[in-house]
């Protein structure tokens, strides 16, 4: 054969498998962002920012409420919470940071509108000034 044939030859063969890699990896990537999510965590990060003149036994009667639903709400897989203590002066008057974790989308639905957290929202309102909420999946 002569060898601008086979270079020709080669050059297709080597198009080809190209092709099919980066098509097979298409997929893939799909896959294995669903397996991420799948094998990830849901986090639901909870800021407070409270009323000018709320006690600290108001903020504790929050806390506590707070505290309870892990207890009532069994979507909730994990909870913590902690004061602001960072030196860099960037909370912009927030305090409080809530800290809960989910394992899939279906569960943070669940507990949004949940009675126990509506009731737990009714304990906050009068003393809340602002919230900032944040989800992500953990990486």
Request: hydrophobic share 40%.
């Amino acid at each position: 054969m002569k060898p601008i044939f086979l270079a020709g030859i080669l050059g297709l063969t080597l198009l080809s498998l190209t092709l099919v890699s980066f098509n097979r990896n298409q997929p893939n990537a799909a896959k294995n962002e669903l397996s991420m999510q799948q094998d990830s965590l849901l986090r639901h990060v909870v800021l407070f920012k409270f009323k000018e003149g709320t006690t600290p036994e108001q903020i504790s009667q929050v806390k506590t409420t707070f505290a309870a639903l892990p207890s009532k709400i069994p979507q909730i897989k994990a909870y913590e919470w902690g004061l602001n203590n960072s030196p860099e002066g960037l909370e912009k008057g927030f305090t409080h940071c809530f800290f809960l974790t989910f394992t899939s989308e279906e569960d943070r639905a669940i507990y949004l509108p949940h009675p126990n957290h509506k009731a737990f929202g009714a304990v906050l309102s009068p003393f809340l000034e602002d919230v900032l909420v944040v989800d992500y999946w953990t990486k």
